[in-house]
């Protein structure tokens, strides 16, 4: 399913570096999300985004930054990275509408050194 | 603290049982939502019961959606090697506006 993509899959950074993870969807959905999955604590919001320029923290913000200049395009941005942002990064995107499900992509693999 | 809480966290079965795995929140909720998530993949939706709805079925899937106990259950009928994965339970929550709140899964290995 190509609907969305993320990249790059897996990534191997050190401490204190600068990295985006990327997230592309063709679906044209309203909303956009970035998780992170950690053994022990299931799947965590860190953003979302309603719409392009409309974005809002999820419940583990804090080190991240988003962006959404366009509609199709949902970029995270650890902007000093850190040991405890190992982790596994979904994106997801959906309609909205509350009834509709949300679609994930396959996930970036993300160790920082 | 996480909204949906899934019970077992580990199951392991036979081909052609049945598998049910549980889940329970803490607060109303608009709909629940049950994803399987394949070793290394991305998670797959399932099913969504909304909740002024107390079972659905898909295929060899039924849901059971309990607000008065604030639990819910996946019923998987004759489980196939193939349905080996995560399955995860999350809410909707009212005002949540669209956010999902993940349990943290059960992980249901089927074998052969």
């Known amino acids: 399913d190509a609907g969305i993509t993320q990249s790059p899959r897996y990534k191997i950074t050190e401490t204190g570096r600068q990295v985006t993870l990327m997230c592309h969807q063709t679906w044209s959905h309203s909303y956009m999300f970035w998780y992170r999955q950690d053994l022990g604590h299931g799947l965590r919001l860190i953003y979302y985004?309603?719409?392009?320029?409309?974005?809002d923290k999820g419940e583990v913000p804090d080190g991240y930054v988003v962006s959404r200049s366009k509609t199709e395009n949902f970029p995270l941005t650890l902007e000093s990275a850190t040991r405890s942002q190992t982790s596994v990064y979904f994106c997801?995107?959906?309609?909205?509408?509350?009834?509709?499900?949300?679609?994930f992509g396959d996930g970036t693999r993300l160790s920082i050194l | 603290s996480q909204q949906g809480e899934e019970d077992p966290q580990a199951l392991s079965i036979q081909e052609g049982e049945n598998a049910t795995m549980n889940c329970s929140y803490k607060t109303s909720i608009n709909n629940l939502q049950w994803y399987r998530q394949n070793s290394g993949r991305g998670l797959v939706h399932l099913i969504l019961i909304r909740s002024n709805e107390r079972e659905k079925h898909s295929g060899r899937l039924r849901v059971t959606l309990d607000t008065s106990k604030k639990s819910s259950s996946l019923l998987i009928t004759a489980s196939r090697a193939a349905d080996t994965a995560s399955y995860f339970c999350a809410t909707v929550f009212r005002g949540s506006n669209y956010k999902l709140t993940f349990g943290k899964g059960t992980l249901l290995t089927v074998n052969p």
């Open positions: 985004s309603a719409a392009a320029d409309i974005t």
């Open positions: 997801a995107s959906g309609p909205g509408g509350g009834d509709q499900p949300q679609h």
